[in-house]
């Protein structure tokens, strides 16, 4: 279906920086606006329900999955992640363009159900530099640490599949980047709609 607003979808290792990169464009650019995921997972630190996300039990989730709520959902370093419908479709449907940051599986799920959508996968400069950025961050334990760096193996092997790719080195330089996108694509999809009006009006289509 063709809905007014876009979606861009963002995914990276653990670490990498996209909820920072996320959170630094949304405060620059009204425009976007951020879907909140559901997960299984327990708040961290300063977490709210409803905030950084909707935190559901195993069976309310399950209660969801069965209800086909989510446009896409997976296993993440253990946890459940979810997209629900009602997140994106009610305002892309009413011309906003919304941001979804979430993992390669749940992004390559969003583009088959949504073919327009952006996907940009955010990569750290180096291995050694995306352990410490976790460490740094001091809000995981060693395991968790170890985990999170074996799944970003994987993450990385994925990503051929996106649409582009930003390597969050300096922070400024990468966020220049994603605006970028975020503009491109906004100038894309308004020359669309121009052609396409531009058509059907030479075939008297109304
Ligand atoms: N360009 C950068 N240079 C140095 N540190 C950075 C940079 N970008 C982000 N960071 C820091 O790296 C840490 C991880 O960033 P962030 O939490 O945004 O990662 P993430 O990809 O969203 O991780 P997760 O998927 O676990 O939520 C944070 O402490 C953040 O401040
Ligand atoms: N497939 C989905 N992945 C999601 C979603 N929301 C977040 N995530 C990803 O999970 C990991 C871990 O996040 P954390 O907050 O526990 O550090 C990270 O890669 C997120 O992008 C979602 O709705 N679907």
Redesign the pocket.
């Known amino acids: 279906m063709d809905y007014p607003g876009n979606l861009f979808v963002v995914a ?12 630094a464009l949304l405060e620059l650019d009204s425009r976007v606006s951020p879907s909140i995921s559901h997960t299984t997972r327990a708040p961290r630190g300063q977490e709210k329900h409803g905030r950084e996300y909707f935190f559901a039990s195993q069976s309310e989730f399950d209660a969801m999955v069965q209800a086909n709520a989510f446009v896409e959902w997976a296993h993440v370093h253990g946890n459940r992640y979810g997209t629900s419908k009602k997140a994106i479709e009610e305002r892309i449907a009413q011309g906003a363009d919304v941001i979804l ?1 979430i ?1 390669f599986q749940g992004a390559l799920q969003v583009k088959q159900a949504f073919s327009n959508a952006v996907l940009v996968f ?1 990569l750290p ?1 180096s291995w050694e ?1 995306l352990r410490s ?2 460490e ?5 334990s060693a395991e968790t640490i170890e985990l ?1 760096l074996k799944n970003a193996a994987i993450e990385m092997a994925q990503v051929d599949k996106f649409d582009f790719v930003i390597i ?4 400024e330089s ?1 966020l220049f980047d994603l605006k970028a996108v975020v503009h491109a694509q906004r100038l894309k999809y308004a020359a669309q709609r121009r052609a396409r009006a531009d058509t059907f009006k030479s075939l008297n289509i109304t």
């Open positions: 990276a290792p653990s670490g990498a920086g996209k909820s920072s990169l996320v959170k940051e993992d955010i400069p530099e950025r976790l740094r961050r001091g809000e995981d999170r969050n080195e300096l922070f990468a």
